[in-house]
């Protein structure tokens, strides 16, 4: 094909997987984030971390469609206008003339495990470290006017009436307990201000009082102060604060590998076996899903423009085969490990078979343009 040519198609392929690509993403992305963050998210500055954990992970996954889609459209666009035709009149075999889809394809899938074996793995923990903030009321200005809130294991309950600021509440009432003094405490203030360090908050009450009373004796007594600062285990300026925990999905790629050897044979070695699927197999998607798009539009579609119908209607078997995979690599190889090599085998037989449909119509089953009418005398 002539490079100029080349170019151009390969523009449109990438142009159109691009708005494709943000088409499936945004509403993916922004349906997690309304499902998973409350309003107070916002105020809380939780929205952007929470959109770096989910971006990675919906970009790899969505990627193999859209390119998958865009190579159906544009072959199918191609078809219709009789452009097919025209590049078989110049003598151009059917390889090609997809060899500019199949290197955006190529291209996709490179980027497709770059995200996958490494942005995703690196991010994706983000998100889970906000829904951890959140559950846990590890932010202050997460919290709601008019609850009780508890701290340390149950050893301080904070309340209070209402916001003045995002960072100062009014009214506010805190009962905690001392292992060390073995005393109860209770304090009132009119206003508190949580302010933020490296590691934690510092909640700073004015014009307030603490009663005291010991295990040791039922005598309370009463201290009067302006100002008393009470340290909160919450979220500081260095970032989100660390979970106990780390899940499979938040491993690096080495790491995966490395730990195989301890959970096979345990009830985590399926969720790794899924983790594995997905970063392994589902890129490669990409080159599967353009191959199948340009075989079956090429030898369902006529190269004339008839039957582009057809040629549109098969576009819709590519997202039901992402989906299919997709369903199986996340829950069904959690059920039935064995299930994993038919993942497999079915995105490796999609690569296989739409190369053989577009090497049968290389040996003859490709549409010929028709031979110009003789010109009258």
Not at 1 to 24: D, E, H, W
Not at 60 to 74: D, K, S, Y
Not at 175 to 193: G, N
Not at 228 to 241: F, H
């Amino acid at each position: 094909m002539p490079r100029l040519l080349s170019i151009y198609l390969g523009k449109r392929i990438v142009l159109t997987a691009l708005a494709v690509q943000i088409a499936l993403t945004i509403p993916v992305v922004l349906s997690a984030l309304f499902h998973n963050l409350p309003p107070a998210a916002l105020r809380g500055g939780l929205i952007w971390p929470a959109l770096v954990g989910v971006l990675p992970t919906v970009s790899f996954i969505a990627l193999p469609m859209a390119i998958g889609v865009a190579v159906a459209l544009e072959f199918s666009r191609m078809a219709a206008d009789g452009m097919i035709a025209v590049l078989y009149s110049l003598k151009l075999s059917v390889w090609a003339i997809a060899k500019p889809a199949i290197l955006a394809a190529v291209g996709a899938t490179a980027l497709g495990y770059a995200i996958s074996l490494w942005l995703a793995p690196t991010y994706v923990g983000t998100m889970h470290d906000v829904l951890n903030v959140i559950r846990h009321a590890l932010n202050h200005r997460m919290l709601e006017p008019g609850k009780f809130y508890t701290f340390e294991g149950g050893t301080r309950t904070i309340y209070f009436e209402r916001w003045e600021t995002p960072d100062i509440a009014r009214n506010v009432f805190i009962r905690q307990y001392s292992d060390e003094k073995k005393t109860e405490e209770t304090i009132t203030a009119a206003t508190a201000e949580f302010r933020r360090n490296e590691s934690s908050v510092v909640m700073i009450l004015s014009r307030g009082a603490i009663q005291s009373r010991p295990d040791s004796g039922d005598r309370v007594r009463i201290t009067n102060f302006d100002e008393y600062a009470i340290s909160l285990p919450m979220q500081g300026t260095k970032g989100l604060p660390q979970r106990s925990w780390q899940g499979m999905f938040e491993f690096s790629t080495p790491q995966l590998m490395q730990v195989r050897s301890f959970i096979y044979l345990t009830p985590q070695f399926r969720e790794w076996l899924s983790e594995v699927v997905k970063r392994f197999v589902v890129p490669l998607l990409a080159l599967g899903h353009a191959l199948l798009g340009i075989g079956l539009v090429l030898n369902m579609g006529a190269a004339t423009g008839r039957r582009s119908t057809a040629a549109t209607a098969i576009i819709a078997v590519l997202p039901a085969l992402h989906v299919g995979v997709l369903i199986a690599a996340e829950t069904l190889v959690r059920v039935q490990p064995a299930l994993a090599l038919a993942v497999v085998l079915i995105v490796l037989g999609e690569c296989a078979f739409g190369a053989w449909l577009i090497q049968r119509q290389q040996r003859g089953g490709r549409a010929r343009a028709p031979a110009p009418a003789p010109q009258s005398a």
